[in-house]
């Protein structure tokens, strides 16, 4: 369980989580329904490495995926013919979750490092009800990883690490994704469905060896998490920045209009610049902000695919 206090509070209640639950298997079902197939989720496309296995096939039946007609054996007896498929068992889905300090910074709805929580709990889920195995890993203050599981009470120490209290001490200040590129890139087996969610900062072309490791033996997607405090610098005058884990502070003239337009130029670089590595990689990328629906973005993400 989660453990709440008034002091420290999780990024995420456990109604929130089993809220989540619930839309994702509203939705779940919803899509279910429309495409008449059996494991059909909200977010299985994320993950084009894996597929289904062709198996036979049989004539037209009202409901099936036009994609999935068998045109050579159409052709061939002139009637509608289906290809069917046999349902993958065993597919697995790891999620990485990046706890740095710099995920506890958060200017309008929440914290990146709870949007963070979000969208690993929504793809949990979502695997879970296409009766995958879900495992993962936590960054922050080291890394914990967290063996496969296929049930909600499996996956729950997970998601509930993945939401638990900002617990930053003064050796995670330098704890982040690209920090334990090294272990994670030994640990992930070959054809896994790999989601890493993070904000990837640090993350380098010193990095793309790794990355594309990873992108190269699993079906692997970032999902940026972002805040629109980060994007640009608002001219809110003299600022007192204190990193999260302590540390020295740092003094800001907002007013500086040349400040605030070398900020934006340099975010817009790292940001192009992170995109440019991860298509190198093969690793697709996602940008979620933490001031909307992170269901809805993900959703549309979906789409897009």
């Not at 929130?16 to 899509?31: C, F, S, T």
């Not at 995926?65 to 290809?83: E, F, L, P, Q």
């Not at 349902?87 to 710099?102: K, M, W």
């Amino acid at each position: 369980m989660i453990t709440e206090t008034a002091s420290n509070p999780p990024l995420l209640s456990t109604k929130e989580l089993e809220a989540l639950q619930w839309r994702v298997m509203e939705k779940w079902q919803r899509n279910r329904h429309k495409t008449r197939a059996p494991h059909a989720g909200p977010f299985a496309s994320f993950f084009r490495g894996q597929g289904m296995e062709p198996h036979d096939s049989r004539p037209y039946q009202p409901g099936d995926d036009i994609r999935h007609m068998d045109w050579r054996a159409t052709a061939r007896s002139g009637r509608a013919i289906s290809k069917v498929f046999l349902d993958e068992r065993g597919r697995r889905l790891f999620l990485i979750v990046d706890r740095h300090p710099g995920m506890f910074f958060g200017t309008r709805r929440e914290l990146k490092a709870a949007t963070a929580a979000r969208c690993a709990a929504i793809l949990a889920f979502s695997a879970l009800a296409a009766r995958e195995h879900v495992a993962g890993a936590i960054i922050g203050d080291g890394i914990r990883f967290f063996p496969p599981a296929t049930t909600t009470n499996g996956v729950l120490p997970l998601l509930y690490a993945a939401a638990a209290p900002a617990a930053v001490s003064s050796a995670a200040r330098n704890d982040s994704l690209a920090t334990h590129l090294p272990v994670l890139a030994e640990r992930i087996e070959a054809g896994m469905d790999l989601c890493l969610i993070s904000d990837f900062h640090g993350l380098t072309d010193a990095h793309a060896p790794l990355l594309r490791n990873l992108g190269g033996s699993c079906a692997a997607h970032a999902l940026q998490v972002w805040d629109p405090g980060e994007e640009s610098l608002e001219d809110a005058g003299v600022l007192r920045l204190c990193p999260p884990g302590g540390g020295a502070a740092l003094t800001v003239d907002t007013h500086d209009a040349a400040l605030r337009a070398h900020y934006g130029r340099t975010m817009t670089e790292r940001r192009q610049a992170l995109a440019r590595l991860l298509q190198r990689c093969g690793v697709t990328l996602t940008r979620i902000a933490t001031h909307r629906d992170t269901l809805g973005q993900l959703e549309a993400a979906h789409a897009g695919y």
